[in-house]
């Protein structure tokens, strides 16, 4: 089997976990990570028995395959780089701080016939990925990511940094535009919005409520679906799916029935990493592509310019 030469952009704590998924996988060589940090670059370097480089340009006549582990405000200057280097990209979300940015990458990757993939991580969720067979025209959908407060990733608001992950999950159960956005948020403890609410209200009437907050004192990632024949309850960090009908029955009064379906645990990022390398293997389309990742953003970035806009009217 011939091995896809891969490299990882940025040894931070995600980047950790995409370079010991490389370096684990068996259909791929990781020949090395990246960091400015060389200590730290050196340290994982060390860990997934690789060499440690501090500048990406090392990797053009090298790697097939990169995954863009850094800040967001770094995001399109690397990856725009690789791809024009003819070097798939495995990006991390959000794809880009401006669409202007996204747009370039989209079409950078299209004109060169290169994977742009966005880490759009709970789509490989199996409680998603079970769920989604199961939800047909929702109505309502509630949704829940709350996390205690880390320093990494807070040069972005906490919707370009968590909420986007159920904005994106979300995009994909309505088969819908967006119509109207309200949203409110504050910052707490960074000086961009640490929690934040928005109501997305969608052309085909459904209703959503988001919410996010990362300076929570505990960990919760759920999504709760109403629709005309059932309540789904997704719990992405327990992988588990449980689904509630009303069963009516004649000479009998009507009742709810739950069930759990059985779902197989598994390692999402794992499984993206895989989906990322059998896209370049056979050139084909990603399952969470640079169109996709840019759809999540839009509704992203409009929510942070609304809630953006109310803080100055605060002021």
């Not at 990494?152 to 535009?177: C, K, S, Y």
């Not at 999402?268 to 990603?286: D, H």
Request: glycine letters at 4%; proline letters at 4%; a negative charge.
């Amino acid at each position: 089997m011939n091995k896809t030469p891969v490299a990882v952009i940025g040894s931070g704590y995600l980047g950790r976990f995409h370079a010991e998924k490389y370096a684990n996988h068996p259909e791929a060589d990781l020949i090395a990570v990246v960091d400015t940090n060389h200590d730290r670059a050196l340290e994982l370097a060390r860990q997934t028995n690789t060499e440690p480089l501090i500048n990406y340009k090392d990797l053009y006549a090298q790697a097939h395959a990169v995954s863009v582990v850094v800040p967001t405000p770094l995001h399109h200057a690397i990856a725009k780089d690789l791809l024009e280097h003819d070097i798939n990209v495995l990006l991390e979300k959000p794809m880009t701080t401006t669409l202007k940015e996204a747009d370039d990458l989209i079409a950078t990757a299209h004109n060169k016939g290169l994977i742009l993939q966005i880490g759009h991580l709970e789509r490989f969720n199996p409680a998603f990925l079970a769920a989604e067979n199961i939800i047909k025209n929702p109505l309502f959908i509630e949704s829940h990511r709350l996390n205690s407060f880390q320093e990494r990733g807070t040069e972005v608001d906490v919707i370009l940094d968590i909420m986007i992950h159920d904005i994106d999950i979300i995009l994909n159960l309505v088969n819908a535009e967006v119509k109207e956005i309200h949203a409110v948020g504050i910052p707490v403890i960074s000086s961009t919005i640490d929690i934040a609410n928005a109501r997305l209200e969608f052309e085909n009437g459904c209703v959503v409520n988001v919410t996010a907050s990362r300076i929570s004192d505990k960990s919760m990632r759920k999504i709760r679906v109403f629709q005309h024949d059932a309540y789904i309850s997704l719990d992405f960090s327990a992988q588990e799916v449980s689904v509630y009908r009303k069963i009516e029955d004649e000479g009998r009064i009507p009742y709810i029935a739950s069930e759990k379906p059985k779902i197989e645990p598994k390692d999402s990022l794992e499984e993206e990493i895989s989906c990322f390398l059998k896209a370049v293997k056979q050139k084909g389309k990603p399952l969470v592509s640079g169109e996709s990742g840019r759809r999540a953003l839009k509704i992203a970035l409009e929510i942070t310019k609304q809630l953006r806009i109310e803080t100055q009217k605060i002021v």
